[in-house]
């Protein structure tokens, strides 16, 4: 689950007195008892503070001068009374301090929902789908007026991803376009170019596509506290790549490194995104896995890719292709 990876982008790590003046204004005088680096995240960094009256915050920088702070503060703004997710307490987007944008947010208790999946405990990872599977169906009630990525202010630059012909030129460009086949080699490029253009008709039919869409929607990125097998989700983070499309990314996502033989996750997650009014198709793991290609291909699509995150995505890709009738029974069964 992305253990090991290599980072995109170097840590931003100002010195304690360039902290303190970034965040002079929210803290009113106050004073930074201790900062500490947070682990998890490949791309912004993130540091723990706590002030002096013990109050703890996170200190959210981005690699990334551009808008992504900005849609980030915008969606955690729109979901704060639906979902769990930290509230933001200051921004500051000017890059007069730092040369990037940066949030601060309360602190969120938990932790990473993946530890949880290597404890292996079945009651507690059945109440854990329950539970993440009711927070999704809750995320996608959030409508757009069409699929496409957020502006600065949510606004929809259009983008579509239904339909086969426009699935089997976004792999092609993908293919073609950047440095995949060298990273991934020839053989398995032409493996994945034939899965795809084969498989590319279910996605004729994916349903709706104007939903809000985490898309990075995934047990890294979902704090829980527990008691027993009681799981209580307190936080869902990374919110800066969210656009709105299909809630089957989300699904894809989620269920990417998940043993589907030996699951205690997946049938309580799906059930209860259904109950909670979550709609998916026909076919919805395959189509969901279809569409988790292209974000798979996307990781990998850069000049230096980093081994460790390579060799996962190349494992990932090459279980999709060898699961694809497990994921046709195991969709049949889940209703």
Known sequence: MKTGWERSKPLIIPEDQTITSMLQDFLNGRKIEKIEILSGGLSNSNLKIILENKVTVVLRIYNDPGSKAQIEMKVLELVENILPVPQVLYHDFSLSHIDYPFLLLSWVEGFQLSQLFLTGEEAALSNAGHEAGKYLARMHSIQFSSPGFFDKQLNIQKFELSGSEAFKDLIDEMINGGPVTDNLGPELTRNILKFTTDKAHLLDDIGNQSSLVHSDFNPLN??????????????????????????LIDIGNMLRYENLQESSFIKPFIISY????????????????????????DLENKGVCGEVRLSDIKELLNKTMMEWELYSRVQETIK
């Not at 909670?276 to 798979?296: C, E, F, M, S, Y």
């Open 274 to 297: 259904h109950n909670n009014g979550g709609v998916l198709p026909q076919k919805w793991l395959q189509k969901a896995k279809l569409l988790d290609t292209i974000a798979l291909l």
């Open 222 to 247: 979902i704090l829980i506290l527990t008691e027993g097998n009681s799981v209580n989700i307190t936080g869902i983070l990374d919110w800066e790549f969210s656009f709105s499309n299909s809630p």
